[in-house]
């Protein structure tokens, strides 16, 4: 190791931010171009599912921040259809929600069609086909310049309850004859084939506009992708808008998979997707363009690795070459017990480091993300400066830290992955989770019944909601059902490791 101290070398370290959206500029020098990646980047790939924190976000940032690339490169033309960070577009709906799922379905047509059109407009695209698109979304009050996705979505919620209510008025569309346009609506886009009657007085569907805009695409050999990511916040607050939206937005994209150059790219978490799987939604089966993150030791160990070696201070204290580490899996490993004691917990039946990391911070699947895995590494990071800023003794030979850092830095990561995801997720399941606090790691549901003080039936369900958003493992012995605390949960509620 060259002469500079190691908190010289932890000063100038940083594994980066834990969330996609704050570190877009940075992704790409991080991000590891696998063959998941490349069938996504070529449009192989429309449903990306994955975890919280798994890396979705990372790779909607990345195709943004693409964008002239692709167009560039693939004649692709990104469209985002959804704030990459601050307030979700899909707010108001939350506040006011459609009533059904067939409102939801035109509502997703309508605001998608705005957003191709825009973006026609933007790129000066001016067929006869697209000036048709145009006259029309601006006749119907839809394409207005310089509005926010969320004054955009509530422009087209309004003209869809406005065509759905002069719809139900006497059974169907009435026609003023004298401003020729439909009674009760701004203007004459409807979402029924219209009949030979209201064609001659302009009508035109959401689908003959779609169509006009696949022709517009296609004289112009683009591919226009549609970009949909933060669903999981979207519709949080309610789960029967959830449900509603969700299911809409898959029939929309069952839709328009008859589009060559339209397509829409779905980032969802899996557990929303199994939710709506689980619930009954026949269509699923037909959703095959799709591909699901998945981490397993060797990819977070590269992840680590990379985020490292982007430090120049620790690349020459440690006189490593950034190509020949990541070259080889073997000299990553290597690389990785210079700076980490080789186990945290000493003994042969316990893990390696590497693996004591990704236990402590996997969920109740196994599945250790990134978001995670980053956040501990930057906890361990700040942990370990402070000893040695206090006057410490440093970690012995090359290692930059010792086991009671790694230790103490699971603390911050499972308080806030307790409280700014599990409990802000599920607020009403709070209470009783908080109750568990200082108890023991497995449980049973008699055990259950005591701390919750309720009897057996709302023992058991409640423990069986804790297993469906995961804070419980449901285990079996002798056919007895038992419920297991991940680590990840343990330190924010002060949990004691043992049977109940």
């Excluded at 509005?147 to 509530?154: G, H, N």
């Excluded at 069986?464 to 509620?493: M, S």
Aim: proline share 4%.
């Amino acid at each position: 190791m060259a002469p500079v101290s190691k908190e010289q070398v932890l000063q100038d370290t940083t594994f980066g931010k834990r969330v996609a959206e704050e570190e877009v500029d940075e992704l790409g020098k991080y991000f590891v171009e696998t063959d998941q990646w490349r069938r996504i980047y070529t449009g192989e790939v429309d449903i990306v599912y994955g975890t919280k924190g798994a890396g979705k976000s990372a790779i909607y940032a990345l195709l943004n921040y693409r964008e002239d690339r692709l167009f560039d490169e693939h004649g692709v033309m990104i469209v985002p259809a959804e704030n990459p960070r601050g307030a979700t577009a899909f707010g108001s709906l939350t506040e006011d929600p459609p009533t059904s799922e067939r409102e939801l379905r035109e509502l997703w047509k309508l605001y998608l069609l705005s957003l191709i059109a825009d973006h026609l407009r933007d790129y000066g695209i001016y067929n006869d086909d697209a000036k048709q698109i145009t006259s029309a979304l601006e006749d119907a009050g839809l394409l207005q310049k310089q509005v926010t996705l969320r004054a955009r979505l509530r422009s087209a919620l309004d003209y869809v309850r406005s065509l759905f209510k002069a719809e139900s008025l006497e059974g169907g569309l009435r026609i003023d004859p004298v401003t020729g346009t439909p009674v009760g609506l701004s203007g004459k886009i409807i979402f029924r084939e219209p009949s030979a009657e209201h064609r001659d007085f302009g009508l035109i569907s959401v689908d003959d506009l779609l169509e006009r805009a696949e022709a517009t695409l296609k004289e112009n050999d683009i591919n226009l992708w549609l970009l949909l990511d933060r669903l999981d916040v979207a519709f949080a607050e309610t789960e029967e808008l959830e449900r509603n939206a969700l299911r809409a937005l898959f029939r929309v994209y069952l839709d328009l998979i008859q589009y060559s150059r339209i397509s829409l790219k779905i980032f969802l978490r899996s557990d929303i997707w199994q939710r709506i799987r689980g619930e009954g939604f026949r269509e699923a089966s037909h959703i095959t363009k799709s591909t699901t993150i998945k981490w397993d030791k060797t990819n977070l160990l590269n992840l680590v690795i990379r985020r490292l070696l982007h430090n120049t201070t620790l690349r020459e204290a440690y006189n490593v070459n950034f190509d020949e580490v990541l070259s080889d899996s073997q000299r990553q490993e290597e690389f990785f017990y210079r700076l980490f004691p080789r186990q945290v917990d000493v003994g042969s039946r316990n893990p390696d480091t590497l693996g004591w990391i990704i236990s402590r911070t996997g969920d109740p699947i196994n599945q250790t993300a990134p978001r995670e895995l980053i956040h501990f590494l930057s906890s361990a990071r700040e942990e370990q400066l402070q000893r040695l800023e206090t006057g410490l003794e440093e970690p012995p030979e090359e290692a930059l830290f010792e086991r009671g850092a790694l230790k103490e830095a699971l603390k911050p990561v499972s308080r806030v992955r307790f409280e700014q995801t599990l409990c802000a997720e599920h607020p009403t399941l709070e209470p009783w989770l908080n109750l568990l606090d200082g108890q023991k790691t497995e449980q049973t549901v008699e055990s259950l019944m005591k701390v919750w003080e309720v009897d057996r039936t709302e023992a058991s369900s409640m423990a069986e909601k804790l297993v469906e958003i995961g804070f419980f493992e449901k285990r079996k012995a002798k056919e007895v059902p038992t419920y297991w605390v991940p680590f990840i949960y343990r330190d924010a509620l002060e949990m004691v490791q043992g049977a109940a």
